[in-house]
């Protein structure tokens, strides 16, 4: 690994979407930084999500600023176009990402912050980004006697293809997208498939007259929270409809933000009685699981596709989490517990993450760039261009590759 240069405007945590997305437009304000990414390559939780994903968000919607999707991407990206996306992004805006650097601890001291990784080495900056997303800190419920059961769990980030669950008796534990589609793909494939859905479950096209649904939610997004609710509400009575009776329960209101299961593709395996459907699951058994009803059915394998949480472990007790389990907020990115923290990648709605990402990873960078040149004033009050600092902070630092901003250069 090279060398981390020990001081910078502006770090980085995590080099998936968001993390290359803030880099990108901290470049193009000048704010010299570094991008820590703990896997061997950026966007290293997609190059390892289940080979089939593909993206519920349209390519258009899906891209990062600056950069569209190549001719030919289809209209909904797989995981390896999306991977390789990424990649191409990271080249062509020249990416300043440190792989195989993981940060274990954020703390801040007169007007710094220092990161902390796991090999020992600091790294201060005047600003940090938290763009570490959520797949890297899966949800596991706390389900009583699970110790008891002779089976396999697993969460679903841990899932990758069908092959070991052909002729299986298999249950999917929850209702979002991936617990959807990796029960039909296990269904297809040979697997015996129960979906256990606690809540419910909230269903929508993905297309409507060919048109993505996400270009609806947009429009949905501008409207009061208990438009939105009304209008996914009728959303899933329509798609009672067409779905037929074996529909999941509707999910009731929630305070935080919930992405409804999109497509019919579950549905239709409900409908024709493929997959079969129960309710929650109570605990484990020696061969299976007891629902609420308390019906019991034997299960050789249970994949927990119980969503995610932040992934803000790095910054223990400097911030507080809002009640959906992210970093408190204002102005969407900027943090109400520490000054010159932001977060990014850590807004999720109807519209999409990918998004969103675009959008907050602007406005961190240009609340940062705004701060640097606040502090940056001479004492008669005349603001300091950026490269003038940057070209004082090259002569205190030993020149790195051309494609690092200077400031923050490896050597």
């Known amino acids: 690994m090279k060398k981390i240069s020990p001081s910078c405007d502006a770090l980085v ?22 991008v820590l990414e703990r896997g061997d390559q ?15 968000t349209a390519k258009r919607l899906s891209a990062l600023p600056g950069l569209a999707f190549p001719p030919g991407t289809p209209l909904f990206p797989t995981r390896v176009d999306f991977l390789a996306y990424l990649h191409r992004y990271a080249e062509t805006f020249r990416v300043p990402v440190e792989t195989r650097v993981e940060v274990a601890h954020l703390h801040r001291a007169d007007g710094m912050w220092t990161a902390r990784t796991t090999r020992g080495a600091e790294i201060k900056a005047r600003a940090v980004v938290v763009a570490t997303g959520i797949v890297s800190n899966p949800y596991v419920p706390e389900i009583p006697q699970r110790c008891l059961f002779r089976g396999r769990v697993l969460h679903s980030v841990d899932y990758r293809r069908p092959d070991s669950f052909i002729g299986r008796r298999v249950l999917v534990v929850g209702a979002g ?56 509400t009728m959303m899933t009575r329509i798609s009672a409809l067409v779905g037929g009776l074996a529909m999941p329960p509707r999910r009731p209101p929630a305070s935080c933000p919930k992405l409804p299961l999109i497509g019919f593709h579950l549905v239709d395996a409900l409908r024709a009685g493929t997959i079969r459907l129960k309710g929650g699951l109570t605990e484990f058994t020696t061969t299976g699981v007891r629902f609420a009803d308390d ?18 472990g790095m910054l223990r007790d400097l911030v507080h989490l809002d009640e959906c389990r992210f970093g408190r907020r204002r102005n969407q990115v900027v943090s109400v517990d520490q000054p010159n923290l932001y977060f990014v990648g850590h807004n999720y709605d109807i519209r ?37 600092r940057r070209w004082e902070s090259s002569r205190r630092t030993t020149a790195g590759p051309a494609a690092a901003p200077s400031g923050c250069r490896t050597a």
Do not use: K, M
Not at 47 to 52: C, V
Not at 360 to 385: H, K, N, V
């Open 177 to 232: 997208n991936s617990a959807g589609e990796i029960s039909v793909e296990l269904n297809r494939a040979g697997a015996d498939v129960t979906v256990a859905v606690r809540t419910g479950a909230s269903v929508v096209p993905r297309t409507i007259a060919g048109i993505p649904i996400q270009y609806l939610a947009l429009v949905l997004a501008s409207l009061p929270r208990t438009a939105q609710r009304a209008t996914a």
């Open 13 to 34: 945590v995590g080099a998936g979407p968001a993390g290359l997305a803030t880099s990108r437009e901290l470049s193009r304000r000048g704010v010299s930084h570094v």
């Open 352 to 388: 999409g993450a990918l998004f969103n990402i675009g959008r907050d990873g602007r406005l961190a960078a240009a609340r940062i760039r705004s701060t640097l040149c606040e502090r940056s004033r001479t004492s008669t009050g005349t603001p300091r261009r950026l490269n003038e």
């Open 42 to 56: 950026v966007g290293q939780t997609w190059a390892h999500l289940y080979d089939s994903l593909v993206l519920h």
């Open 295 to 312: 019906s019991e059915e034997p299960f050789d394998e249970v994949v927990l596709a119980t969503g995610y949480n932040a992934a803000v």
